[in-house]
């Protein structure tokens, strides 16, 4: 117990980065893959297939090579990122495919005739979005788009890898001078599942909140 106590200024310095890691992919995913994933659904067909190409390609790929293939290819093509930028970016490239498949997901489970039916009060294509479509659809969204949060939380451990002194980093750093692996290790499992149990948690009061809101 001393050992954690001892280490947690170091620890907490890591896992400062772990969220701040997290939440820049979070929010850039979100962002681009609400967009993209409009883009999917609506767009016209060669938007679709580039869309759909990104999507199954960068989904097929393990989240390790592509922080690698950004950390180290972009170099070569003489484009120079910090090992944070560049641990960011992959991390977002591979979050944003799975928030375009949620997004493509939650609008087609609504029907059709919801389009139609704002269309023929008047709204504009934006319009039933915003006031027809995502409404209905975000119950749908929530649940899969809070395990690509909770993903990107636990990916976020990969960025140790680049050298960015993550909760992850900072713990084997710890052991490197301690020599004592086991109680930092179930510090840092802890600290991983206290952040996505949470998460969990938040998903489920939302669920209800919008719930209770349409009954």
Same mark, same amino acid.
């Not at 016209?44 to 592509?66: A, E, H, K, N, T």
């Not at 395990?147 to 050298?163: I, M, Q, R």
């Given at each position: 117990?001393?050992?954690?106590?001892?280490?947690?200024?170091?620890?907490?310095?890591?896992?400062?980065? /772990?969220?701040? #890691?997290?939440?820049? #992919?979070? #929010?850039?995913?979100?962002?681009?893959?609400?967009?993209?994933?409009?883009?999917? /659904?609506?767009?016209?067909?060669?938007?679709? &297939?580039?869309?759909? $190409?990104?999507?199954?390609?960068?989904?097929?790929?393990?989240?390790?090579?592509?922080?690698? %293939?950004?950390?180290? $290819?972009?170099?070569?093509? !003489?484009?120079?990122?910090?090992?944070?930028?560049?641990?960011?970016?992959?991390?977002?490239? @591979? /979050?944003? %495919?799975?928030?375009?498949?949620? /997004?493509?997901?939650?609008?087609?489970?609504?029907?059709?005739?919801?389009?139609?039916?704002? !269309?023929?009060?008047?709204?504009?294509?934006?319009?039933? &979005?915003?006031?027809?479509?995502?409404?209905?659809?975000?119950?749908?969204? &929530?649940?899969?788009?809070?395990?690509?949060?909770?993903?990107?939380? !636990?990916?976020?451990?990969?960025?140790?890898?680049?050298?960015?002194?993550?909760?992850?980093?900072?713990?084997?750093?710890?052991?490197?001078?301690?020599?004592?692996?086991?109680?930092?290790?179930?510090?840092? %499992?802890?600290?991983?599942?206290?952040?996505?149990?949470?998460?969990?948690?938040?998903?489920?009061?939302?669920?209800?909140? @919008?719930?209770?809101?349409?009954?």
């Amino acid at each position: 117990m001393d050992l954690v106590i001892q280490s947690l200024p170091f620890v907490t310095k890591g896992l400062a980065i /772990t969220l701040q #890691v997290s939440g820049l #992919v979070v #929010v850039l995913s979100l962002l681009a893959g609400v967009i993209l994933g409009v883009a999917l /659904t609506y767009g016209p067909l060669p938007i679709r &297939l580039l869309v759909r $190409g990104y999507s199954d390609i960068i989904r097929g790929i393990p989240v390790l090579i592509l922080i690698f %293939a950004v950390y180290y $290819g972009l170099p070569a093509l !003489k484009v120079n990122l910090s090992n944070l930028t560049a641990a960011v970016a992959a991390l977002t490239m @591979f /979050t944003t %495919a799975q928030v375009i498949e949620t /997004t493509r997901g939650a609008i087609q489970s609504i029907h059709h005739g919801q389009m139609e039916a704002g !269309k023929a009060i008047g709204l504009g294509f934006g319009q039933r &979005l915003l006031y027809v479509i995502f409404p209905q659809a975000l119950r749908r969204f &929530l649940p899969p788009w809070i395990n690509s949060v909770t993903d990107a939380v !636990k990916g976020s451990a990969l960025v140790s890898l680049v050298g960015v002194v993550d909760l992850m980093l900072a713990i084997q750093q710890v052991i490197g001078r301690v020599y004592e692996p086991m109680p930092l290790y179930l510090l840092g %499992a802890a600290i991983y599942f206290a952040i996505n149990y949470s998460l969990s948690s938040l998903s489920r009061r939302l669920e209800q909140h @919008f719930a209770y809101i349409r009954e």
